[in-house]
């Protein structure tokens, strides 16, 4: 089986077929970071933080890299606000992604380059592309003539007449057409700068990602991703930037996931439901928060809201409640002895079929459900009599070895202090020794803990309440 991926540029599923044999090059378009990241970029930290995982998972070697915008008109803007530096208010907000991301199961980059410490080859880039006649100077802005590159549309599927300027695309006196960006602007009164060959100023928004793809990862790389939302005009300008300087396809497959709705609405500051993360994580298992993403193909549009979000945590600990109960079974039975090949067989199964679903654009939804199958299969095998070591480990390992593809965990809240671990203990002991007043006492004194405990036929298992 191969891996297939939905390629925004081709508008098809295709074959991936890396540039170097079991290796895979990716970038991903990180955020500016000049506030707490809201909901909208947690979905493609998970994504993408899946797909890396799945690559990993299948055996290959990526070479991950995300950016930081650490210098922008937003970040000017909350610098003045507040009173601080923009490198005082970008530091505090990487931390702070670190933090929510983590919290989320993203594993870090591999690289997370930053505008701010690439300054010379996005410079070196631009007059590459002044160089070759693809950009110009006008009154210390550069810009970037958007019709040399003859392809520039491909990306949206969009002729250059047709398109319209996007958001972050700036309209100014200075550019000869409206459809050319800015790669330099020139510093206003008080603002951040860096010397260039144009005067003093600071990058634009696109350049950042090409100079830093090239420096990090090559002049072609095998995937480009981000959210549905930079497709134009971010990832369209980037394709013409690089393809102008490289003389290269600039990335082989390109990933976009879809939006975010709060509430069936489109999530706005003006409608007031903007949502972070920094908040959301702190009323909810941040693993809550990344099954619900995952519930969905990261290429459908996901609606969020409280509701959703809790209507799904029912199905998380259904699938933890099974797992824990492989394990106390595999801890406490007695008749561990028959090795059942028709159950090894069918669990070893569902590897396969997690396989499958992921193989096809990375279909998480898909994958879900197997793991929903496989806890289904799980609690069936449980219900026997004579169970098997063999078959009760197989089962251990495939949820592990499944949920860890997905950045998912199965166990939280595993460490308890030593004072609740000997009440449990003795709790158990209580029961086998039917003295079940006792049983009840410790079962109370633990409640008053927080810590609610349910007798099953597996053993005894605990949750906080």
Avoid at 117 to 130: H, T
């Amino acid at each position: 089986m191969s891996i297939h991926i939905y390629n925004t540029l081709t508008r098809k599923k295709e074959e991936f077929k890396p540039i170097e044999e079991n290796k895979v090059k990716m970038y991903v378009c990180g955020p500016t970071v000049y506030n707490y990241i809201h909901i909208g970029n947690a979905r493609p930290a998970i994504v993408f933080d899946t797909v890396r995982r799945y690559f990993e998972f299948r055996g290959y070697d990526v070479n991950f890299v995300s950016n930081f915008t650490d210098v922008d008109d937003k970040l000017i803007k909350a610098a003045n606000q507040l009173g601080e530096d923009v490198p005082t208010i970008a530091d505090r907000f990487i931390d702070a992604y670190f933090e929510d991301v983590s919290a989320l199961g993203c594993k870090q980059a591999n690289v997370h380059p930053r505008v701010t410490e690439n300054i010379d080859i996005i410079i070196d880039f631009i007059q590459a592309l002044v160089d070759k006649g693809y950009a110009y100077e006008a009154g210390g802005d550069v810009y970037y003539k958007t019709r040399e590159f003859t392809e520039y549309g491909k990306l949206s599927h969009q002729s250059i007449d047709e398109l319209r300027l996007g958001t972050r695309i700036e309209v100014g006196d200075k550019k000869r057409d409206a459809l050319d960006f800015v790669l330099w602007k020139g510093a206003k009164e008080g603002e951040i700068f860096w010397e260039s060959p144009w005067g003093n100023g600071r990058p634009g928004w696109h350049i950042e990602c090409s100079a830093m793809a090239k420096k990090y990862l090559g002049d072609t790389i095998d995937i480009h991703a981000g959210g549905q939302d930079l497709a134009f005009p971010h990832h369209e300008n980037e394709i013409a930037q690089s393809e102008a300087v490289n003389g290269k396809t600039f990335a082989n497959y390109w990933m976009h996931n879809g939006y975010i709705n709060i509430d069936n609405e489109k999530m706005s500051k003006s409608l007031g439901n903007f949502v972070l993360v920094h908040d959301i994580i702190k009323e909810h298992d941040p693993q809550l928060i990344r099954f619900f993403m995952l519930s969905v193909h990261y290429r459908h549009p996901i609606n969020y809201s409280v509701e959703l979000l809790e209507s799904t945590r029912n199905g998380l600990e259904r699938l933890r409640t099974s797992y824990t109960n492989l394990k106390h079974r595999a801890l406490s039975s007695t008749n561990l002895t028959t090795n059942d090949e028709e159950w090894l067989a069918k669990v070893k199964e569902f590897r396969t079929e997690f396989i499958r679903s992921m193989d096809d654009d990375f279909n998480t939804a898909n994958a879900v459900s197997v793991l929903f199958e496989l806890s289904k299969q799980a609690n069936y095998y449980l219900q026997e009599k004579n169970t098997s070591d063999a078959v009760i480990n197989t089962f251990i390992q495939e949820f592990v070895v499944l949920f860890g593809a997905l950045g998912l965990t199965l166990e939280v809240d595993e460490l308890l202090d030593e004072e609740i671990e000997a009440l449990i203990e003795k709790r158990i002991q209580a029961r086998k020794n039917r003295d079940f007043a006792l049983s009840d006492q410790i079962r109370d004194e633990l409640k008053a803990k927080n810590i609610i405990l349910e007798d099953t036929p597996q053993g005894t298992r605990w949750k906080r309440g």
